[in-house]
């Protein structure tokens, strides 16, 4: 009997940069700019280094002793139900005070839910970054999670330009450095961040100093696998900087990632008057046959943000009317080989399924694609500011993976919600789409909710080896195929 061929894994998504990478005022927006001063990565560090388990010795001593100590007294105060009760109704009055206060002192912010998740995602990048102050020490970490030869497709991250201070290492450091490690691992494939501040700023400059032609040398050299963009970061996805790039990714057919979920990575500035129109989405008022721009009204970073994410900017990109009318001349991008990264979110998926009144929050099913294209769906619905605001981001991705060619998703950061994973399995038995759909778990960013070994696993197990074979390597295989 013959063995059975060993099939290799593709991990589609994961990072490996460290906390010197991240700007240091990273919780801007999410606190007053005085606070922001002061809750920033260095402090994060200083924090992690002394009052933690994992990063001091003698902190985890203190801890366990005043434990004891804690346990010991509540012991014994057992053993007397009134002081016992005394106890409890004290701290709970403490509490209750505490509550009073911070309602009073207007520093609620402090307690809210996005400064916890930014506070979380701080102490993953401590737990992370400081025990393993390198790049290659945390690809080997990530590494020893699977079966060997298994394959990384590795994220760079540019955030220079977010408007959140300066890290201690700048992008040019993290690239040299992934590289090199890229160099000494043959099963990590890093793709090149590409950001349109940056292209701008050095369109001047000559040869590997301008940095749209040092992308196309990288790529050219197979020193990168592919191109990596994260739009919530500050521009649109068909930004006009970005144009010549993807027309040299499109013809070479070079993978592209993107950022595809609301998140706490997003642009720290203030709003510019021209974001709170959309630049190519128009809508008819009531009763006008006049098209007017999408508004887009929404204040605070972490809300209008969000526009520069939303999957219809990937319909303006590769539809080549909407893209050539925009930029004033004809372009195609329709080809364009892309992964609109995390499926929209988990968010979304709970909007898609709880929303049964749209017919455009319908269209995901196993009919025929000839059944398809008989009804609307958000991509020719007559309204696209109905879509913009109402539809699930799952249903505008479904639709772009069926109408173009070259469009893929991944399923990195919403594996740890394994509420989801049933309606994962049924989209993936849909024909129409299944071979668009790549496994990623964006490790180690999604460490925050469960283990790599345990998404990996537990996804595994639910979908069964045949369709997590389809994501894991037939359809990776498809994606990261190149030209050069």
């Not at 630049?279 to 969000?306: A, F, R």
């Not at 080989?337 to 196993?366: Q, T």
Request: glycine share 4%; net charge positive.
């Amino acid at each position: 009997m013959k063995a059975e061929k060993i099939r290799t894994t593709y991990n589609c998504h994961t990072h490996i940069f460290t906390i010197d990478h991240v700007p240091n005022e990273f919780a801007r927006t999410f606190v007053p700019r005085l606070f922001s001063k002061v809750l920033t990565i260095k402090l994060i560090k200083w924090y992690y280094n002394n009052f933690t388990s994992r990063g001091s010795k003698r902190y985890k001593k203190l801890k366990h002793r005043i434990n004891e100590i804690k346990y010991t007294i509540i012991d014994a105060l057992k053993w007397t139900i009134v002081l016992y009760w005394v106890y409890k109704i004290f701290f709970f009055l403490i509490r209750w005070v505490f509550k009073i206060l911070i309602n009073f002192l207007k520093i609620e912010f402090l307690f809210s839910k996005e400064l916890k998740k930014i506070l979380v995602r701080y102490m993953t990048m401590g737990r992370y970054s400081m025990k393993y102050k390198h790049q290659y020490q945390i690809y080997n970490l990530l590494e020893k999670t699977y079966a060997k030869g298994t394959k990384f497709v590795v994220l760079s991250m540019d955030m220079d330009y977010m408007k959140a201070g300066i890290p201690k290492k700048n992008y040019n450091e993290q690239l040299e450095d992934l590289k090199k490690v890229a160099q000494n691992n043959p099963d990590l494939l890093p793709f090149i961040f590409l950001d349109p501040r940056r292209v701008e700023e050095t369109k001047n400059n000559k040869g590997n100093k301008n940095y749209e032609s040092f992308i196309k040398h990288e790529l050219k050299e197979k020193n990168f696998t592919g191109i990596k963009i994260y739009p919530a970061l500050g521009y649109y996805p068909f930004d006009k900087n970005l144009v010549e790039t993807f027309l040299f990714a499109q013809d070479h057919e070079i993978p592209i990632m993107t950022h595809c979920i609301e998140g706490t990575v997003f642009y720290r500035g203030k709003k510019k008057e021209e974001w709170k129109y959309h630049p190519i989405l128009k809508y008819n008022k009531k009763g006008t046959n006049d098209p007017q721009p999408i508004p887009l009204p929404q204040s605070g970073n972490y809300q209008w943000t969000t526009n520069f994410t939303h999957p219809l900017n990937y319909h303006c990109l590769l539809d080549p009317i909407l893209l050539s009318s925009y930029l004033g001349y004809d372009c195609d991008l329709s080809k364009l080989k892309i992964c609109l990264a995390h499926f929209g979110g988990s968010k979304e998926w709970y909007k898609y399924e709880s929303d049964g009144w749209n017919n455009y929050n319908k269209n995901i099913s196993h009919s025929s694609l000839n059944d398809y294209h008989r009804v609307k769906n958000t991509l020719n619905h007559g309204s696209k500011r109905t879509i913009w605001w109402n539809a699930s981001w799952l249903s505008v991705i479904y639709d772009l993976l069926i109408k173009y060619e070259n469009v893929y998703t991944d399923v990195s950061f919403i594996l740890f919600n394994e509420e989801l994973f049933p309606m994962l399995k049924y989209i993936l038995n849909d024909p129409k789409v299944s071979h668009k759909i790549l496994y990623g778990t964006d490790y180690y960013v999604v460490t925050q909710k469960l283990t790599e070994k345990s998404l990996h696993q537990n996804l595994r197990a639910f979908i069964g080896e045949k369709l997590f074979f389809k994501i894991a390597n037939e359809n990776p295989k498809r994606y990261l195929k190149t030209l050069i």
